[in-house]
């Protein structure tokens, strides 16, 4: 049976490329994100949900679409060696490629009359296609006691180094926490850890050049 389903709204994130978005939402608390909705939506939408902490957010993992799903999948959380079933897991290569995420609300404004819902701790690509939005509900979503499978805890966090050359004298703290939390979680491949390689990711419009040697992140370059 097939049902048609259309987005509600867009996403404005830092994150313009999938290398570097982190793997969880939460993980990066300075990686602030912009839903607008769409022209149709108005203010009385969203009546009521400034007196919520946290959002469920269910979009559309759109960029992955053209990638096909796997029945199994090889979880970040196990090296990359381990495979496990698509379902026991939260990657992007899914059936319908629909994803969910709890994000902390900031506020809600209307901006030349399109609803914006501001949020933080996004894991989100730009541009991503909003499903659906619902509150999130302590009493009965938080289960701090549940099994969690093979996922315990969070993930181990690098340390960040930047290097003379990098240029972080010319950013923002703001800019300056959202590369570091973002570098933090490591965005290689798990299979990955090649410590002369030197990597690129794009985040907030820049261009953040760096290695990783021994847990720690050296930061050459942000242009």
Not at 179 to 189: C, H, M, N
Request: glycine share 8%; net charge negative.
């Amino acid at each position: 049976m097939q049902h048609l389903i259309h987005s509600i709204g867009i996403v404005s994130s830092p994150y313009t490329q999938k290398f570097g978005i982190p793997r969880q939402p939460q993980l990066v608390p300075a990686a602030k994100i912009c839903i607008t909705l769409n022209p149709e939506f108005s203010m009385d939408c969203v009546r009521g949900l400034d007196g919520f902490d946290y959002i469920w957010v269910q979009f559309l993992f759109h960029d992955a679409i053209s990638e096909g799903w796997s029945e199994m999948v090889r979880p970040p959380r196990l090296g990359g060696k381990k495979k496990m079933g698509v379902f026991a897991t939260r990657s992007p290569h899914r059936p319908n490629h629909i994803g969910l995420s709890l994000l902390q609300l900031e506020y809600v404004d209307n901006l030349n009359g399109r609803v914006q819902i501001w949020c933080n701790g996004g894991d989100l690509l730009d541009g991503t296609p909003v499903l659906d939005i619902k509150p999130y509900i302590p009493f009965v979503e938080a289960k701090p006691d549940a099994q969690a499978g093979f996922v315990s805890g969070a993930p181990e966090q690098l340390a960040i180094e930047w290097q003379p050359e990098s240029g972080v004298t010319n950013l923002s703290i703001e800019i300056r926490n959202l590369i570091e939390q973002s570098l933090a979680q490591d965005p290689r491949p798990a299979y990955q850890n090649i410590p002369e390689r030197v990597y690129g990711m794009e985040i907030a419009g820049l261009d953040v050049k760096f290695r990783i040697v021994d847990n720690t992140v050296l930061v050459l370059s942000c242009k």
